[in-house]
């Protein structure tokens, strides 16, 4: 009896003796996690916690060249500065017009030619990429000059539908090659499983295709929102009235003639003008992170 039980005893205490440095190492590198996770964050929150603390300053302390992070006096006079003065709010407005119409024309447009890329297999499939992965190195400077001209004789100079136009351009290929990986990632034999059934073609992209597409078109827009949104060298270009001007063209007149930025309203104007991107991460972050790794599967 004592040969039959010793075998088990030894191998029970084998484990044990193993599976002790693997708790242990887990031990050690939990807080380690923690803590690089922490200072990611706070690398990533730095930027917005200086524009708070400069936009909190008062203009003494601001040219007095005080590189202190807490400010010695708080003040808010220059949120209302850069909200009454720079019309920041009208700018907002024009941004959040030209982006959403942007993100609607291009979400439209490239999730069914995406859909014909990642389904078809044609001669043309293969100039289709390579016309996509080209625009996407195409230096944007050496075109401004003849969109300006072709603009100006259509009439869409200083107009937002100008904007619209040509962000709607900038923004396609690369909407429609992560589209295109979203797409492939879904199984065909779904589709197949449907009109099986006896569903039709639109009801299966309607009913099977549209749902599993969800998050790649979360992340899709949302790109193309923040693209819009953030875009500068065009809107310099086309815009030259005051009440169409965007809001980064807003930004930039803070900065005077010669050279002087009025830094702590410029910090106040870009924090709020930071705020709305960062609220809408915060709603659509877990169908972001989805569409990502879905879009990741292949491409």
Same mark, same amino acid.
């Given at each position: 009896?004592?040969?039959?039980?010793a075998?088990p005893?030894?191998?029970?205490?084998?484990r044990?003796?193993?599976?002790a440095?693997?708790?242990?190492?887990?031990? +050690?590198?939990?807080?380690?996690?923690?803590?690089?996770?922490?200072? &990611?964050?706070?690398?990533?929150?730095?930027?917005?916690?200086?524009?708070?603390s400069?936009?909190l300053?008062?203009?003494?302390q601001?040219?007095?060249?005080?590189a202190?992070?807490?400010p010695?006096?708080?003040?808010w006079?220059?949120?209302?500065?850069?909200?009454?003065?720079?019309?920041?709010?009208?700018?907002?407005?024009?941004?959040?017009?030209v982006?959403?119409?942007? #993100?609607v024309?291009?979400?439209?447009?490239?999730?069914?030619a995406a &859909?014909?890329?990642?389904?078809?297999?044609?001669?043309?499939?293969?100039?289709? #990429?390579g016309?996509i992965?080209?625009s996407?190195?195409?230096? +944007?400077?050496?075109i401004?000059?003849?969109? +300006?001209?072709?603009l100006?004789?259509?009439?869409?100079?200083?107009?937002?539908?100008?904007?619209?136009?040509v &962000?709607?351009?900038?923004?396609?290929?690369?909407a429609?090659?992560?589209l295109?990986g &979203?797409?492939?990632?879904?199984?065909?034999?779904?589709?197949?499983?449907?009109a099986?059934?006896?569903?039709g073609?639109?009801?299966v992209?309607?009913?099977i295709?549209l749902?599993?597409?969800?998050?790649g078109?979360?992340? #899709?827009?949302?790109?193309?929102?923040?693209?819009?949104?953030n875009?500068?060298?065009?809107?310099?270009?086309?815009i030259q009235?005051?009440?169409?001007? #965007?809001?980064p063209?807003?930004?930039?007149?803070?900065v005077g003639?010669?050279?002087?930025?009025?830094l702590g309203?410029?910090?106040?104007?870009?924090?709020?003008?930071?705020?709305?991107?960062?609220?809408?991460?915060?709603?659509?972050?877990?169908?972001?992170?989805?569409?990502?790794?879905?879009?990741?599967?292949?491409?």
């Amino acid at each position: 009896m004592t040969q039959t039980l010793a075998p088990p005893e030894r191998d029970r205490k084998t484990r044990t003796t193993s599976v002790a440095p693997v708790r242990r190492t887990r031990t +050690f590198a939990r807080p380690l996690q923690y803590l690089a996770l922490l200072g &990611y964050v706070l690398f990533l929150g730095f930027p917005l916690l200086f524009l708070l603390s400069t936009s909190l300053k008062t203009p003494r302390q601001l040219q007095s060249g005080d590189a202190s992070f807490i400010p010695d006096s708080l003040t808010w006079s220059n949120f209302s500065d850069a909200v009454t003065k720079a019309n920041l709010v009208q700018a907002a407005g024009n941004s959040l017009y030209v982006a959403a119409l942007t #993100t609607v024309i291009v979400t439209l447009l490239s999730l069914p030619a995406a &859909y014909a890329l990642a389904r078809f297999k044609t001669k043309l499939r293969g100039l289709a #990429t390579g016309w996509i992965l080209l625009s996407q190195v195409f230096p +944007f400077i050496l075109i401004v000059i003849p969109v +300006f001209l072709v603009l100006k004789q259509i009439g869409l100079v200083n107009n937002p539908l100008g904007l619209v136009l040509v &962000y709607t351009v900038w923004c396609m290929p690369f909407a429609l090659w992560m589209l295109r990986g &979203y797409v492939a990632a879904i199984p065909v034999e779904l589709e197949e499983a449907g009109a099986i059934d006896g569903a039709g073609k639109l009801r299966v992209l309607r009913s099977i295709v549209l749902p599993l597409l969800a998050p790649g078109l979360v992340a #899709t827009s949302l790109f193309t929102f923040i693209s819009s949104w953030n875009e500068f060298f065009f809107a310099l270009v086309l815009i030259q009235d005051p009440e169409l001007q #965007t809001l980064p063209l807003t930004l930039a007149r803070f900065v005077g003639a010669e050279g002087q930025v009025q830094l702590g309203q410029l910090a106040a104007a870009s924090l709020l003008a930071t705020v709305p991107s960062l609220v809408f991460f915060l709603f659509i972050q877990r169908r972001l992170t989805s569409g990502l790794m879905s879009g990741a599967v292949k491409g």
